[in-house]
């Protein structure tokens, strides 16, 4: 599995600076460096670039920054879990019983404000249907408000590989560092489709879990040669199932496309473990030492 582009669980917004078109590009990046996206005199910036340049792709986005971060605010949650949204918590206490409670500080927003958002990023989108980094700024949104039922953001990563898989168009990405948008590739895509698996897995509620392996097996559809999402439909039955002779049918079949890949093996060895197969335990330990 792999990291994230995006840090999901919080919505880190890396803001890079936009490709300079226009003045209004110009301020608004000055200004974004001086007060952040949603900063004193940010608001009037963006009104008046949407006036002046109402079909401007950036300006729509910046729109949605600015709505998005004015509509999140912070609360912090108890839970009996030792991690939370794949994260450690900030504070652990014990109750009554002794037992311990972990608290966590995640973010929360306003309704309206992140609707707002929502439809300035669709403006976007409208505008480039087949910019990537756009449609998955939607997707990432919906991760960080639906936080452990991502319901919403597997629906909007589906609408995307169907889009991509079933479309001749060219499909474009613009990363932060890019000053203009590049062509994305099948290879590129599955990668970055690995990257949202990792986040569904990551999460680790149930609903999480389930989002993964349906992804999973969503691409493994498309890309049946790929061991990666052969293994995570393994590392569903390993860890959510907890069904061993299931998880240990899809890791076994990965590796015959993939037999040198070391996860693999150490995930197989682990599911048998859980079986209490010495057999298969010591050919997976055999397979760790080529």
Sequence with gaps: MRKIIYVLAALVLSMSAFAQSSDYHRRYNLLLDRVGPAGVGMETLIENWGKAEPKSIDMHQARFFFLLTKSQGTEVVAR??????GSSPVLTLKDSTGAEVHYYEVIKYEEDLFAQALEALGKAISI???RLDLRFMKANAYMSYERDNP????S???GIVHDFMNSDSKWLYAGNLDSAPRTVDRSEFADMMKDYCYSFFTLGTPTSY???????QRMNGYYKK?????GNIGSYYLVAAQDYKMAL???DKALKLQPDNKALV???LIASRKLNDSKLEKKYLKMLEN
């Design 249 to 251: 049918k899809y890791y």
């Design 80 to 85: 009996h879990q030792a991690r939370y949204l």
């Design 156 to 158: 909007n990563v589906l």
């Design 266 to 268: 150490r995930n197989a």
């Design 151 to 154: 319901d919403l953001t597997l």
């Design 128 to 130: 480039a249907p087949n």
């Design 226 to 230: 790929d061991a990666d999402f052969i």
């Design 210 to 216: 389930e989002a993964f392996l349906k992804l999973s």
